[in-house]
């Protein structure tokens, strides 16, 4: 048996296709959805990802303000700098590009954002939303893999789901949007003895705990699914994920590639909650 790829550049084209439809409906009501980028020191990395979000706002017809600042930018400016976006109108969502200078508290930062704007889905407010099952922001990385998992036909209902990783970006909402998809959830991490034990007993497994193999065949049941959140570099400095892709795709039924499974998919949803923070009004 062959895993079938799950291909998140395919599905992310679908979606922004239909992002795009959304945001041309909105334009024509004279609301056209805006998004805030800021950007705060030099870091190679950081003006990457915020040059790759600015065009993907253009090519789906979302304005884009783009904001770079120096590294010495400091705390007071930034806060005051989000409260005007806060207050600006034209903006559905603003986002603060992490991470920041070390004398700036990203915490802070994150809670200054308006909870209507907060379409990273990092702030406090909206892992309560997500906490409690009301409606919010869903944090685009989790939010993507749910899409993935979705675009199989799985039905997740009552399927064991392993989640390996517990940060607040991706391993804690992820298990919380499986617990709301009705599967029984595991979560494990990096000091979880016997890590097998857990995912030979998932249907559905996350990998998401930022280290090369940490998932391998033997580890993987007969038909899973695995979603690998993963980005990591091999020994040949060659792109790869968390699991063990040229083996365990030979065990799952379905798996996402590293690149071109996961990581397409999360400027995808941030368009996607920058367009229903505008369709809100």
């Given at each position: 048996m062959s895993a079938q790829l799950i291909d998140g550049i395919a599905l992310s084209q679908k979606l922004r296709a239909e992002i795009a439809e959304r945001a041309a409906a909105l334009t024509a009501q004279g609301r056209q959805p805006g998004l805030a980028v800021i950007l705060v020191g030099e870091d190679p990395a950081s003006q990457v990802y915020v040059r790759n979000k600015v065009k993907a706002c253009g090519d789906v017809g979302i304005h884009s303000v783009m904001e770079k600042y120096d590294a010495d930018l400091s705390e007071a400016a930034l806060l005051e700098r989000i409260a005007a976006l806060n207050a600006d109108p034209s903006i559905h969502g603003i986002l603060v590009?992490?991470?920041?200078?070390?004398?700036?508290?990203?915490?802070?930062?994150?809670?200054?954002?308006?909870?209507?704007?907060?379409?990273?889905?990092?702030?406090?407010?909206?892992?309560?939303?997500?906490?409690t099952g009301l409606e919010g922001f869903r944090p685009c990385t989790p939010y993507g893999c749910m899409k993935l998992i979705e675009a199989t036909g799985t039905d997740l209902r009552g399927k064991h789901a392993v989640v390996i990783g517990r940060s607040n970006t991706v391993g804690k909402p992820m298990a919380l949007l499986l617990l709301q998809a009705n599967a029984t959830v595991t979560i494990c991490h990096s000091a979880t003895p016997d890590l097998g034990l857990y995912t030979r007993q998932a249907d559905v497994i996350v990998a998401a705990?930022?280290?090369?193999?940490?998932?391998?065949?033997?580890?993987v049941k007969p038909g899973a699914l695995v979603i690998d959140?993963?980005?990591?570099?091999?020994?040949?400095?060659?792109?790869?994920?968390?699991?063990?892709?040229?083996?365990?795709?030979?065990?799952?039924?379905?798996?996402?590639?590293?690149?071109?499974?996961?990581?397409?998919?999360?400027?995808?949803?941030?368009?996607?909650?920058?367009?229903e923070s505008a369709e809100r009004g």
């Open positions: 590009q992490m991470p920041l200078p070390k004398h700036i508290n990203p915490h802070k930062v994150i809670e200054a954002i308006a909870a209507s704007k907060d379409v990273d889905g990092y702030s406090v407010l909206s892992a309560g939303e997500l906490m705990v930022g280290r090369r193999n940490t998932l391998t065949a033997d580890m959140v993963g980005m990591n570099r091999d020994e040949n400095g060659k792109l790869c994920g968390d699991v063990d892709f040229a083996n365990i795709k030979e065990v799952a039924s379905h798996i996402t590639p590293v690149p071109g499974g996961v990581g397409p998919m999360t400027i995808t949803m941030l368009l996607m909650n920058t367009i």
